[in-house]
Nanobody, 123 residues
Framework: QVQLVESGGGLVQAGGSLRLSCAAS????????MGWFRQAPGKEREFVAT????????YYADSVKGRFTISRDNVKNAVYLEMNSLRPEDTAVYSC????????????????WGQGTQVTVSS
């Protein structure tokens, strides 16, 4: 069992930045692939970014490449999403997730999910 808790969401103006954090339980955190997903009202949940267990491999959705950075600290059992140059279309509930089998962009590869944190970008 892995428990995940996100924090760091909030209201920010377009062009601004936020850093989301995800705190994880468990002694085997470094064994898990981690991902960030987001869901806007009326939309399906979409992939944002993923990082493998040791942090050596990352992958991003085209919509956030060059603006967002995913990272992890396996000593602190945490994963982060640094979001820069935010746009109104980035507004969504952001959730972190833990899975296995390497980096993954589909929700079915992630077994554990956090509760989500709201990010709102105003124009």
């Amino acid at each position: 069992q892995v428990q995940l808790v996100e924090s760091g969401g909030g209201l920010v103006q377009a062009g601004g930045s936020l850093r989301l954090s995800c705190a994880a339980s468990g002694r085997t955190f470094s064994s898990y692939t981690m991902g960030w997903f987001r869901q806007a009202p009326g939309k399906e949940r979409e992939f944002v970014a993923t990082i493998n267990g040791n942090g050596g491999i990352t992958y991003y959705a085209d919509s956030v490449k060059g603006r967002f950075t995913i990272s992890r600290d396996n000593v602190k059992n945490a994963v982060y999403l640094e979001m820069n140059s935010l746009r109104p279309e980035d507004t969504a509930v952001y959730s972190c997730a833990a899975g296995w089998g390497g980096i993954a962009v589909t929700t079915r590869r992630y077994a554990y999910w956090g509760q989500g944190t709201q990010v709102t970008v105003s124009s």
